[in-house]
């Protein structure tokens, strides 16, 4: 708590991330000129608390590319940490490189394949985000849609997923077939007049010339569109402006939104 008071190490945004704990395991992240004085404060509440931190088993990793960096020294107490070119932690090996391939990941992981990912977050915020007004309204509408490109919105197949199958992963609505992203938003039958009436007007917002135009798209686009439009700014959708985009977001939340008020009121008879 000390640490955020004093607003050192690292942070996301306005929060401080500058000491991530897991059981005994604590981590101090920031720069090199924050680090020793997060250093001297955890040794200050350890004598205080009478509790032992042996810095023979405390490592330092810097990351930084810079020569007065890189021979910086820490240390905790009177003894100096020793620094190292990697480091194990909650037993995921770190080094001066580790970087995380975020394209990787969206090809791997299921859950986030329609989610485009930004190179910078913090200084740029996600196109779901950015038509997002000050309003319960609006919040409520991006929470459905981040559940939904997060693939943490309780679908039955994830239910069916957590329960380790014990749970049926048949939609509730239609009783056909699973309830996948896929079929929940362009395929149950029980949620058409919904879709219908939302759907057509999306679209025509991804035409160049609006007056009359007709845009016609596989269902994997349609998908694509509906869950992140920003993904297909530099291919299918390039003919667009970055308003246009927010847009068409703007749309694709309240087709969202209102998809899932109909699933609730249906689940609910």
């Known amino acids: 708590m000390q640490l955020q008071a004093v607003t050192w190490?690292?942070?996301?945004?306005?929060?401080?991330?500058?000491?991530?704990?897991?059981?005994?395991?604590?981590?101090?992240?920031?720069?090199?000129?924050?680090?020793?004085?997060?250093?001297?404060?955890?040794?200050?509440?350890?004598?205080?608390?009478?509790?032992?931190?042996?810095?023979?088993?405390?490592e330092v990793l810097c990351s930084s590319k810079g020569k007065n960096y890189q021979q910086k020294t820490y240390t905790l107490g009177e003894k100096q940490i020793n620094r190292v070119d990697k480091l194990k932690h909650l037993g995921i090996t770190r080094n001066d490189k580790s970087k995380v391939n975020t394209d990787e990941e969206c090809?791997?992981?299921?859950?986030?394949?329609?989610?485009?990912?930004?190179?910078?977050?913090t200084e740029n915020p996600h196109n779901i985000w950015k038509c997002v007004r000050n309003n319960q309204n609006d919040i409520r509408k991006a929470d459905v849609k981040s559940r939904l490109i997060t693939g943490t919105y309780m679908l039955q197949t994830t239910k069916g997923k957590f329960s380790?199958?014990?749970?049926?992963?048949?939609?509730?609505?239609?009783?056909?077939?699973?309830?996948?992203?896929?079929?929940?938003?362009?395929?149950c039958q029980s949620l058409e007049s919904v879709r219908e009436k939302q759907r057509n007007k999306l679209l025509s917002l991804t035409v160049l010339n609006r007056r009359g135009g007709k845009a016609n798209y596989k269902q994997e686009y349609v998908l694509q569109i509906i869950m992140d439009c920003s993904k297909l700014s530099t291919t299918t959708l390039s003919?667009?402006?970055?308003?246009?985009l927010i847009e068409i977001e703007k749309h694709s939340q309240n087709v969202c939104h209102q998809m899932h008020k109909k699933r609730t009121e249906l689940q609910a008879q």
């Open 9 to 58: 190490g690292a942070t996301l945004g306005t929060i401080c991330v500058a000491s991530p704990t897991c059981a005994d395991d604590i981590t101090l992240l920031g720069e090199p000129q924050d680090i020793q004085a997060m250093l001297n404060i955890i040794k200050f509440h350890t004598k205080r608390d009478m509790v032992k931190i042996n810095p023979e088993k405390s």
């Open 107 to 121: 090809l791997t992981k299921t859950t986030i394949k329609y989610l485009s990912i930004q190179e910078n977050p």
């Open 164 to 187: 380790k199958n014990q749970r049926s992963g048949i939609c509730e609505l239609c009783t056909k077939v699973e309830e996948d992203i896929k079929h929940f938003l362009l395929e």
């Open 239 to 244: 003919h667009l402006k970055t308003d246009d």
